[in-house]
Every structure is written in C-alpha cells, then in structure tokens.
C-alpha cells in the first residue's frame, strides 16, 4: 500500500475559534492506482492535499506513505519524504522563470544531491517521456500553457516518485493541453506510476481508474449527481408516503361504508 491515511481530522484555529475543515477522512490508495478527488471549493480538498503531500499535519489521526509512519516525523525526515516519494503538479505549475526547462527538472536532482552529468541526464530523459525533447533550453516564457505543465510533470516524475500527487493540473489549460495532460498521466499510470489528482472538472476526473468525492470536509464514494439523484427519489417517496397517508383514511371510510351494504 502507498498511502494509508486514518480517521484524519484537520482543525485550524481562527484566533480562539477552532475551524473543523476535515473529518474523520480514511483512504488506501495501493500501488499502481489512480484516483480522482472531486469536491466543492472550501470542501478541504487542499487541505488534504497539503496532508498528503506532507506540506502540512493533521490534527489527529494516522498516515503512513510508502511504509513510513509520516505522522510522528520530523520537519527534516518530512521534507526527505517530499523529495524522494513524492512528485507535486500544480495548477499554476511553479516552474522557476528565469531557468531553462533543464535546469527546472533537474532541481529536485539538485536537492537530493545527484552529481550534475547524472541530474542533466536524468532530467533530459524525463523532459524526453513528456514530449519535449526537443525544448529543453526553453524558458517557461517561450513555452506554452501545456508546455509548462509537461515541464512540471518531467520534473515531478524526475526522481520516480512512488506517489504523483496533482492539484487541478488542467485547470489552467485550454481543453487541447488538458487532454494532452491527461494522456500523459494514463501513460504514466499504465506503467506504474501511482497518481492522486484533484479536480473540479468530472471529464478531468473520468480519466482516473476511481473517483472520491468530499464534502464539508468528509470523504464519500457519491458524487455530485448521484447526490441529487438520491435526493430527489428520497424527496418523491417522502411526497408519495405523505400522499398515501392522506389517502389511507379515505379508503378505511370506503371500506367501512363497503362492508355496511
Ligand atoms: N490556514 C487556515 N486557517 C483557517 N481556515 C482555513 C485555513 N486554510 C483553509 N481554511 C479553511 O478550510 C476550508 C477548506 O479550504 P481548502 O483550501 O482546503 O478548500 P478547497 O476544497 O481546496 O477549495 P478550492 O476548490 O476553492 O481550492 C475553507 O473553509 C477554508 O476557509
Ligand atoms: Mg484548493
């Protein structure tokens, strides 16, 4: 198992107010998976997403990613963990301006001590699995929307991350980029890759191999229109009973007045 997050509960503290923002959120995700997360704006989906990408703890409850107990660790083995097992993609793709494509890739190669013909080795190849061999001396400047965004996927897939963690990756695509987008991360999970992505969009979500919602801070298999769809059967039975028991007396009259003649 990749990710195994227990009955985790975030409350921030608002002066003296606590705000509850995620309740009781439990979630394996196994090797090789490849999961969509759909939920309202300020239903905690960053929230979580900062939980998992150990950018931020939870107020109680337990996580282990890749076999390591996160919820106890240090601020140095907690950032050891964000560089060697996880690979974040960004709505807004954080790539460094004035450093070429490159260099951009290669900076988690950087960080984690590569020597340097390895780290440009390494980072060539992943801007090659991208499709963008042929652009690694590019700024993000002369790169389009979709180009960045590679970008930013070779360097979150740079170092073989076991969990590809995406926080609205198509958001800020048109619908050409985001589908360009979307293929590589099939790619990318067809050959093992796990991936965690946040989404507003159910045709985003609808390339993952599984869906979870939350709402108000609790994680649900039921989405948005399931949701309403159960809410109006609930609403047309609850109408019909009412209606039955405002017919029942009228037949128990009947009857009576039948069993009279
Ligand atoms: N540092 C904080 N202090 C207090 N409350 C916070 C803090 N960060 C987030 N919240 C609250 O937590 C709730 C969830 O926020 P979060 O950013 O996780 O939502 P989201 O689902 O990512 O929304 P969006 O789709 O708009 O990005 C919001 O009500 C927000 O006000
Ligand atoms: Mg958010």
Known sequence: MILDLKNIYKTYQQGRIPVPVLKD???????????????PSGSGKTTLMNIIGCLDKATSGSYSLAGNDITGMSENRLSDVRLNSIGFVFQSFNLLAKQSALENVALPLLYAGVKPRKRRELARAALEKVGLGDRVSFKPTQLSGGQCQRVAIARAIVNNPDLLLADEPTGALDSESGKAVMELFKTLNDEGMTILMITHDQKVANHAKRVKYIFDGMLSDVGFEERAEMAAQAASEWSRDAADAADAPKEEKKEAADGQQ
């Not at 394996?28 to 759909?38: F, N, R």
């Open 25 to 39: 959120v439990s979630l394996t995700v196994e090797k090789g998976d490849y999961l969509a997360i759909m939920g």
